[in-house]
């Protein structure tokens, strides 16, 4: 089975609202690990593969996370093996969407790979917006759902 951009389209935007989702139970009191463990083995590729997972706001000896662990405290904190991660999806975003710019549409799709860039919208809900840049490779997994084995993100430059 080929991958569709339609395919890679709604990835995305299940990872968009997955982070939105976190943030909402959260305010909510709700079970946060639970909503961001179904995002992780909804969407990346750790149970199949190896995921070359870069965060915006990791650093040091922990800004790659190749577990599931490791991409879950990013997510939500609270992990004593990782201090300095505070929970990105905690803050909580209001809204969450992305922009496949690199190219025409953004998309490469290569066999049972697929390949985005662009920018990825952040919105809390003082009305304050972070872009971010993204790069996401996506998988087809034998279940045939698209989960990520590359997400790089970072700040943009700015030469001040």
């Avoid at 639970?34 to 706001?57: C, H, N, Q, R, S």
């Avoid at 190749?66 to 093996?81: E, I, M």
């Avoid at 990782?82 to 799709?109: C, H, M, T």
């Avoid at 840049?133 to 990520?148: A, E, G, P, S, W």
Wanted: hydrophobic share 40%; aromatic share 12%; net charge negative.
């Amino acid at each position: 089975m080929t991958i569709t951009e339609d395919q890679v389209n709604a990835a995305q935007q299940a990872w968009c609202d997955g982070l939105v989702e976190i943030g909402k139970i959260h305010q909510g009191g709700g079970n946060i690990r639970a909503a961001a463990l179904a995002l992780i083995g909804g969407l990346y590729d750790y149970a199949e593969g190896v995921v070359f997972f870069k965060p915006t706001m990791a650093y040091g000896k922990q800004t790659f996370r190749d577990t599931a662990k490791g991409a879950l405290s990013y997510f939500v904190g609270g992990d004593p093996d990782f201090p300095d991660d505070k929970g990105f999806a905690l803050k909580p975003w209001a809204r969450v969407w992305y922009e496949n710019s690199a190219a025409e549409n953004g998309i490469q799709i290569h066999g049972n790979i697929a390949i985005t860039m662009g920018n990825v919208y952040l919105a809390d809900y003082q009305g304050n917006e972070i872009m971010v840049d993204k790069t996401f490779v996506f998988r087809l997994c034998r279940d045939q759902q698209l989960r990520l084995c590359v997400h790089k993100s970072a700040l943009p430059y700015s030469p001040n």
